[in-house]
Structure formats: structure tokens, C-alpha cells
């Protein structure tokens, strides 16, 4: 069955405290990997593509890596306004999408 | 920001009503898509369009249907809204199947 998990669930984590989430995929024909964020009360935000093996994203303090079987993303040195909670998404070749259920990140000033 | 608007983005009905939401964009992507949002399963798609007048079902269609008469415009009718049907609700939109998919900021339904 094609799935997308994300771990952890919840993270809490101190200003400046760099981390990592973690979304593993088991789905056949994987044509790109997506990485959103979502504030409390808004929609999911559009942050990253990925497409292949190997490919890396950067956005400010934010960066999005991919392995066969897994993509992460990495936040240096977060601040408070980092706080939110983080989505990724497989679509694969059966031309559909599917999203984990999100990693919610909290900064601690 | 991506030219998303749902209506209305607040909504409180009754078991048994038919309840319609509405997606308007202003990008003329090709596609656009429903989703529901609910605690423990993350978002799932409804249904999705692929232009006027074509669409086909996701992974949670029954109870819904939808239609698209215009580019811009994707609407979502509950013909007899239940209780489980109670979720947040979110649009979006891609130039390609794809592609990134930007969203609206969703319609809070509330079905009592």
C-alpha cells in the first residue's frame, strides 16, 4: 500500500537548536516529492519540490533532501516564527498525491 | 500569494441539508482539487478537476460531488451533509498534475 509517514509527530525545540524531520514514502513510481507548511487556521504552504534521488532544496533556514526511500528537512538555527507544522507529500505515477500527517514544530524562544 | 478563494470560510448546517462550497481562483491553473482536512488522517483528496467540466474522484469521494462550468471556478456540493462530513475543507490549484499544488485557506464545516 502506498504511504507517507512523517516522524515525529510533535517537536519542540530551542531557538537556535537545529533539527531534522523525517518523511519516509513506500510508493511505487515516485514522480516528485512536495514540502509545505501549514500555520494554525491557513492553508498548507507551498515550500519545496523534489524529483530526484540525491536533489537538495534551500530556502532561508530551511533545507529539503531526498533518498529512495526518504526525504528530510533540515532547519539551522530556528527561530520562533519557524513554528508551525511541516507536511510532505509523494505523487507518484498513478497521477495522485498523498500527504503525511505533518510534523508540528515548536521554537521555544 | 496564489489567487485562492473559498467561500464561505465558516459554515454551520444541519444532518440532512445539502451544503455547496466554493473555489475561486484567479491564476487559470488547469487544475484544481478538493480536500479534507481531520485530525489524525492529514489531508485527503475529494475529488479534482483536470479542466471544464472533467473531473474525477480521489480517495474519499462518496457523499460528494463536484463540478467546474468555468476555469475558475470548482464548487463542492454535500447532498445530504452528515455528521462525519464535519472538517476543514481546502482548495487547491496546479498548472500541471505535477506540479505543486498552492491551497486556499480552507472552509471550516461544522455539521450538527
Known amino acids: 500500500e502506498d504511504q507517507v509517514t512523517q516522524s515525529p509527530e510533535a517537536l519542540r525545540l530551542q531557538e537556535g537548536e537545529s533539527s531534522s524531520l523525517n518523511c519516509s514514502y513506500t510508493?511505487?513510481?515516485?514522480?516528485?516529492l512536495f514540502w509545505y507548511r501549514q500555520d494554525p487556521g491557513k492553508g498548507p504552504e507551498f515550500l519545496f519540490t523534489?524529483?530526484?534521488a540525491g536533489e537538495e532544496k534551500e530556502k532561508e533556514r530551511l533545507k529539503a533532501t531526498l533518498t529512495k526511500k526518504e526525504s528530510f528537512l533540515h532547519i539551522t538555527a530556528p527561530k520562533p516564527e519557524d513554528s508551525a507544522t511541516y507536511l510532505c507529500?509523494?505523487?507518484?505515477?498513478?497521477?495522485?498525491?498523498?500527504f503525511g500527517k505533518g510534523t508540528r514544530l515548536h521554537i521555544l524562544p | 500569494d496564489a489567487g485562492i478563494t473559498q467561500s464561505p470560510r465558516h459554515k454551520v448546517t444541519e444532518t440532512g441539508t445539502p451544503v455547496t462550497l466554493r473555489c475561486h481562483q484567479t491564476e487559470n491553473h488547469r487544475y484544481m482539487y478538493w480536500y479534507r482536512q481531520d485530525p489524525g488522517h492529514g489531508l485527503r483528496l475529494i475529488h479534482y478537476?483536470?479542466?471544464?467540466?472533467?473531473?474525477d474522484k480521489g480517495e474519499v469521494s462518496d457523499g460528494y460531488s463536484v463540478s467546474r462550468s468555468k476555469t475558475e471556478d470548482f464548487l463542492l456540493t454535500l447532498e445530504s451533509a452528515t455528521s462525519s462530513q464535519t472538517s476543514v475543507y481546502f482548495c487547491a490549484i496546479s498548472e500541471g498534475e505535477d506540479q505543486p499544488q498552492h491551497f486556499g485557506d480552507g472552509t471550516r464545516l461544522s455539521i450538527l
Open positions: 510508493v511505487s513510481g515516485l514522480r516528485g
Open positions: 523534489l524529483y530526484s
Open positions: 478537476s483536470y479542466g471544464v467540466k472533467d473531473t
Open positions: 507529500a509523494a505523487f507518484h505515477r498513478d497521477d495522485k498525491i498523498i
